[in-house]
């Protein structure tokens, strides 16, 4: 079957970058107003630079530092941005370009170019910093600096603050502007919803294309092929929201698995379940989809109860998705859900509550339920403020725990794995034995997972899901068969 798309990849206002500044201003102004501090100094940012292959000249693709991305927009490495709180101007500064730089890497762009291409109030050069913010400061004395300094609670890593030659002629705040610049990423604007739902779409597509083409035969890494090329000849991603994630068999329960030691690299065998962790970045924005289906296009009974035990809790969640829901009251709602299918099939034996007491839920989803969703596949803010990690298994792994609201981008994710290292103590634990039917366990030894995710709007009144793949059996069985998606219910 030969490939195509019905998309285009739609134009990227710069105004999108123009708004999130505005939007940053007025956060940064009201903090410092109702911290009583006075309205100046300037918010700068340095952007990421090109990194080489260890100790050679391979340059690696280059992709921007993220906040700088969200505020700037800009795709050139090498860059500084500054926002005056006191008058609203934006400030790029572009490194000087070697005259050499224009034989071997293309035309170097006049300082004009950026200012238009941006958006920005002024275009100066980097070895400027020091002289045009001193100049465009209002204040007396040393101008004030907001650089970027915090935490990221998913790597645990720090935001690296601006620094450049002649800073020590500046004062510097290192803890007001990460937490505010945080939360106004957390909250999507329409424009950045766009550019989500257009990685949504791509990339539900390329799903669909890779679940056509899946065979028994083929190697995990020809699926992520499919995949990547799908995405980039027409959708003009570039870059992948993430390694993708094409485990088929025994490792579909491994849950980060696609990394270097573990390469996409098996033989997919008939009988075989694929999970397949998938998304494009277009313009940045992300996109984080799985898919768990048969390679051989024909569930069997345990690989139905599976992945319906998972599809009821993916679609519990997303039906109880509202504005004020709590994200932890999400997660355990999909555990529960889980485990009365996995009772009802006979798999487990008990009270779910007894179980819920027990975290049974974390011996089949160790992971959490879901993750903020935009710039980043993790976006930060989970934990930016409000109640902070819960220590119990499962819940340790929720990268948020916030009450959601309207204008969040979220992934619903649930899954239930048969993992060995997690499943052996379970039934051997004097606390949980007694939950297991040990004989029905046993009979999915080596099944792998199944994970589901979606990505997720929060709307004023419940929510939308942003992600457009085959999701019921019989819709997946019916696309491997051949039939068009969107399925045509009328035929």
């Not at 391979?58 to 969200?70: G, I, L, M, T």
């Not at 910093?129 to 650089?147: H, M, N, R, W, Y």
């Not at 075989?272 to 940045?284: C, H, K, R, S, T």
């Amino acid at each position: 079957m030969a490939s195509s798309s019905s998309l285009t990849p739609p134009p990227v206002p710069i105004e999108l970058h123009v708004r999130n500044r505005e939007k940053l201003l007025s956060s940064i102004r009201h903090h410092l107003s109702h911290s009583s501090r006075p309205l100046h100094g300037f918010v700068l940012l340095q952007g990421g630079d090109e990194q080489n292959r260890y100790d050679t000249d391979h340059v690696d693709v280059f992709r921007q530092e993220s906040y700088f991305a969200y505020l700037f927009g800009v795709k050139e490495p090498g860059f500084y941005g500054a926002i005056d709180i006191a008058t609203g101007k934006s400030i790029l500064f572009s490194p000087r370009l070697p005259a050499e730089y224009a034989v071997w890497l293309g035309e170097i762009k006049p300082l004009s170019y950026f200012k238009e291409r941006y958006m920005v109030s002024l275009a100066c050069y980097t070895d400027e910093i020091t002289k045009v913010l001193q100049d465009e400061s209002q204040a007396s004395g040393k101008p004030l600096l907001f650089l970027l300094h915090g935490l990221n609670t998913d790597s645990d890593n720090f935001s690296k603050p601006a620094d450049f030659q002649g800073i020590d002629n500046f004062d510097t705040d290192l803890t007001t502007l990460h937490p505010i610049l945080t939360e106004c990423r957390v909250i999507k604007s329409d424009l950045e919803l766009a550019l989500i739902q257009f990685a949504n779409d791509i990339s539900s597509e390329a799903h669909v294309e890779v679940m056509r083409k899946a065979r028994a035969g083929m190697y995990e890494y020809q699926l992520e092929s499919i995949f990547l090329h799908h995405t980039y000849m027409y959708g003009g991603c570039r870059h992948c929201s993430y390694t993708c994630i094409c485990a088929t068999g025994g490792n579909s329960a491994v849950l980060h698995y696609g990394h270097a030691a573990a390469p996409n690299d098996r033989t997919l065998e008939d009988g075989d379940l694929a999970l397949l962790d998938m998304g494009a970045e277009y313009n940045f924005y992300g996109s984080d989809i799985t898919c768990s289906y048969p390679v051989n296009g024909k569930f069997t009974s345990d690989q139905s109860l599976i992945y319906n035990a998972v599809l009821d809790a993916h679609n519990a969640v997303i039906s109880t998705l509202k504005p004020g829901v709590s994200w932890v009251d999400m997660h355990k709602l999909a555990e529960k859900v889980i485990l009365e299918s996995l009772k009802r099939e006979g798999i487990l034996d008990g009270n779910v509550d007894d179980m819920m007491v027990e975290r049974l839920g974390a011996v089949f989803m160790p992971h959490g339920l879901g993750h903020l969703l935009g710039i980043d596949t993790h976006d930060p803010g989970g934990y930016l403020k409000g109640p902070e990690r819960i220590k119990e298994p499962g819940l340790k792994s929720l990268r948020t725990t916030r009450e959601m609201q309207e204008g969040m981008v979220i992934t619903v994710e649930p899954g239930c794995y048969f993992i060995d290292a997690l499943l052996v103590p379970a039934m051997g634990s004097p606390n949980t034995t007694k939950f297991f039917n040990h004989a029905a366990v046993g009979r999915f030894k080596g099944f792998g997972g199944v994970r589901i995710e979606s990505d997720v709007l929060i709307t004023a009144n419940g929510c939308k899901n942003m992600t457009k793949v085959p999701r019921e059996v019989g819709e997946i069985e019916a696309v491997m068969a051949g039939a068009p998606w969107p399925l045509d219910r009328a035929s």
